[in-house]
């Protein structure tokens, strides 16, 4: 009885390990009065892993303004997410006080528009 477990549990394990594993993209709609907005949770995850949560935090200023406040200084919409993707790839200072944020150049613009598209969500 063992040895059938034992068999069928390594004959599993095999079968699984040679399947395909594709990354698959999770949406969570934000509803609007007018319409919806589907924003990637990819978004948060690279937040996450970065070194942003070293100068902003959600409600709060800490170095940087809270995303709360950048959410409500900039509306949802492309010209907003490609500006604010623009300055996390590139730094910037003088928006939100003399403090630089520093560039991020070795983020992919994608990447840079899915945490802008975060960021803007957090309301």
Do not use: R
């Amino acid at each position: 009885m063992k040895i059938k477990i034992l068999l069928f549990g390594s004959v599993f394990v095999g079968l699984t390990s040679f399947t395909a594993y594709e990354s698959e993209v999770t949406y969570v709609a934000i509803g609007t009065t007018s319409n919806i907005i589907y924003q990637s949770l990819d978004g948060e995850k690279l937040v996450a892993k970065s070194d942003c949560i070293g100068c902003h935090k959600i409600d709060k200023k800490l170095i940087g303004p809270s995303y709360l406040d950048i959410a409500k200084k900039y509306p949802l919409n492309d010209k907003s997410v490609n500006y604010l993707a623009s300055k996390i790839i590139k730094g910037g200072s003088g928006v939100w006080g003399s403090i630089p944020m520093a560039a991020h150049s070795t983020l992919k613009k994608e990447d840079a528009k899915l945490m802008a598209k975060y960021i803007l969500s957090v309301k």
